[in-house]
């Protein structure tokens, strides 16, 4: 299975600041990586797929980059409705996997 | 307006069986890619099972022989059958829709409960 790691797992930051959530694969998995966030007690919600890819409706402070093995996930201005945890998942091969995950709060 | 609306789940004892399912409206579930996602208490999302539209089912090897994924065209929903449940099954199960590519989950339901305990 691909394993995949992401860091940092919480994170504490500012309204207004930059965010970055890293995402590594263990093999080359190309750009099939997708990003969901997820509100407590809701269903993950998906924000980008194929790496670089906004989906349709999500703002556009939200962008996505990375292609192999090295992702990367940016918040370009904290805004308080963003607080939730964030997952990368590849889809590569099965089983799709995901990264355990990044909460993100307000400092 | 896609919807999907995942019941059946509960508490069970381990080792007792389950069957969850995920009615679909606005979209027709036999010629979607449908996917079977949990996430146990507190954790991270782990991707359970797949049915692709052709019919092909792929499963993780945590549940591969004791959970089967399927669909009914006539009623528009996807069921998950649990067997020989354990308390590791503890988890929201989620069903989900990819509209194109197997993989890109775009629609998620809003998950059903299930407790394996005795």
């Known amino acids: 299975d691909i394993q995949m790691t992401q860091s940092p797992s919480s994170l504490s930051a500012s309204v207004g600041d930059r965010v970055t959530i890293t995402c590594q694969a263990s093999?080359?998995?190309?750009?099939?990586l997708n990003w969901y966030q997820q509100k407590p007690g809701k269903a993950p919600k998906l924000l980008i797929y194929?790496?670089?890819n906004l989906e349709t409706g999500v703002p556009s402070r939200f962008s996505g980059s990375g292609s192999g093995t090295d992702f990367t996930f940016t918040i370009s201005s904290l805004q308080p409705e963003d607080i939730a945890t964030y997952y990368c998942?590849?889809?590569?091969?099965?089983?799709?996997?995901f990264g355990q995950g990044t909460k993100l709060e307000i400092k | 307006e896609v919807q999907l609306v995942e019941t059946g789940g509960g508490l069970i004892q381990p080792g007792g069986s389950l069957r969850l399912s995920c009615a679909a409206s606005g979209f027709t579930v036999s010629s979607n890619y449908m996917s079977w996602v949990r996430q146990a208490p507190g954790k991270g999302l782990e991707w359970v099972s797949v049915?692709?539209?052709?019919?092909?089912?792929y499963y993780a090897d945590s549940v591969k022989g004791r959970f089967t994924i399927s669909r009914d065209n006539s009623k528009n929903t996807l069921y998950l059958q649990m067997n020989s449940l354990r308390a590791e099954d503890t988890a929201v199960y989620y069903c989900?829709?990819?509209?194109?590519?197997?993989?890109?989950?775009?629609?998620w339901g809003q998950g059903t409960l299930v407790t394996v305990s005795s």
């Open positions: 093999q080359d998995i190309s750009n099939y």
């Open positions: 989900a829709r990819a509209i194109a590519v197997a993989g890109i989950w775009n629609y």
């Open positions: 998942q590849q889809y590569d091969n099965l089983p799709n996997t």
């Open positions: 049915i692709y539209s052709g019919g092909s089912t």
């Open positions: 194929d790496a670089s």
